[in-house]
């Protein structure tokens, strides 16, 4: 059918065909026109080892940028690197605080671990509800960059 619709079409009249066969939507292909698979995902299937393997890969977008700072005199083009650049920082720190903070209250809550050294039930349940808050704002302002 994709042959024949594109024998109708004409070449380079793709456009049409493209809103044909995906209902005038968002194709979903790579730049090839190579069609989406779960061969994309590049997971390992521990969440920390993922969770790591993303803030490093933050740290090298974060060193790309700042290197193509260096190589450019444009002010129009040092500040969208910048911007670029800032915007990694914040996701790379976004996605470091809950491996720093969910662990040090996690063991610093539990008598198991530091028996009369432990947070008292009240000032472990505050520390949890302040660093839930601290997260969420974190994810939301991560959000709000992505778009």
């Known amino acids: ?33 190579v069609p989406w698979t779960a061969a994309y995902v590049d997971t390992i299937g521990d969440p920390m080892c993922d969770l790591r393997s993303n ?8 060193i790309t940028y700042e290197r193509l700072i260096n190589c450019t005199d444009d002010p129009g083009l040092r500040e969208a690197l910048g911007f670029l650049m800032t915007r990694e920082v914040s996701h790379q720190l976004g996605l ?15 008598r198991a671990y530091l028996g009369c050294n432990a947070f008292r039930a009240t000032t472990g349940i505050a520390l949890w ?18 778009l």
């Not at 509800?129 to 992505?146: E, H």
């Open 55 to 62: 803030i490093a890969a933050e740290a090298r977008a974060k």
């Open 96 to 110: 470091q605080l809950p491996c720093a903070v969910v662990p040090l209250l996690w063991f610093t809550t539990r």
């Open 1 to 33: 059918m994709t042959r024949r619709l594109r024998e109708i079409a004409g070449p380079g009249n793709d456009s049409h065909l493209t809103q044909l066969l995906y209902g005038g939507g968002v194709a979903f292909t790579n730049s090839a026109g």
């Open 129 to 146: 509800a302040i660093a839930a808050f601290i997260i969420a704002i974190n994810f939301w302002l991560a959000y709000r960059l992505a």
